[in-house]
């Protein structure tokens, strides 16, 4: 059964930081590899899907990465703002393509 | 303008009621996806669709039913044998194929009261 960790559960940093913000899972045998993010009350927002076949992907001042040997994938933010404050979730891919397996997520707060 | 909607925004239920939970998608795709969020877990699947009139168990179904009648529709419906119905409702969408991407609707929130 694919059980996914993020840690830390909550994290507080300056503006301007960069940051990195970590997921591990249990079972290489996957799909791909999503990560979310969430503001409070509201749905999610894809913000990089990793192929199985990749290491990495960038949007804008995000990259993931993916490293199926060691069950690990990791979401750098560069030059935090205070608008990424939010809580980032990855998800798993698995179950013939269909079943995302999620994490508890990070809780991301940048403050002024 | 193309997204899943969901509504009602929040819900509210006497015990012993059924409730459906309303999903949209005008993205074409053809799988669509509930799940159901508590605090301090992660999102866990309730019951998904990869094709119309089609549905299968996600890992936590006891209580739930759904149907798959149009492309564009997948209601829930949270039945009174739910033993513990607050939580708050995701509906996704994807392309149902191997590197599938999901996407998400606004969700509901449902209070039992």
């Known amino acids: 059964k694919q059980e996914v960790t993020q840690i830390p559960a909550a994290l507080s940093v300056p503006e301007g930081e960069n940051l990195v913000l970590n997921c591990s899972f249990t079972?290489?045998?996957?799909?791909?590899l999503q990560w979310f993010r969430q503001d409070p009350g509201k749905g999610l927002t894809s913000l990089l899907l990793?192929?199985?076949?990749?290491r990495e992907q960038t949007s804008g001042r995000l990259n993931a990465s993916l490293d199926k040997s060691s069950g690990r994938s990791t979401l750098y933010i560069a030059a935090s703002q205070p608008g990424d404050s939010a809580t980032y979730l990855c998800a798993i891919l698995t179950g013939g393509g269909n079943k995302l397996t999620f994490g508890t997520g990070t809780q991301l707060k940048v403050e002024l | 303008d193309g997204g899943i909607t969901q509504s009602p925004k929040y819900l509210f239920r006497k015990e012993g009621q059924n409730v459906t939970l309303s999903c949209e998608q005008n993205l074409n795709h053809d799988a669509m996806y509930w799940y159901r969020q508590d605090p301090g877990q992660g999102l866990r699947l309730i019951y998904y669709s990869q094709i119309v009139n089609d549905f299968q168990k996600g890992d936590i179904a006891e209580g739930y039913s759904v149907s798959r009648e149009k492309k564009e529709s997948f209601p829930l419906t949270v039945t009174s044998a739910q033993k513990n119905p607050t939580a708050f409702y995701l509906c996704a969408s994807g392309t149902g194929l191997d590197h599938n991407e999901q996407f998400f609707g606004p969700g509901t929130r449902l209070t039992v009261l």
């Open positions: 990793i192929q199985s076949s990749q």
């Open positions: 079972d290489s045998a996957i799909y791909n």
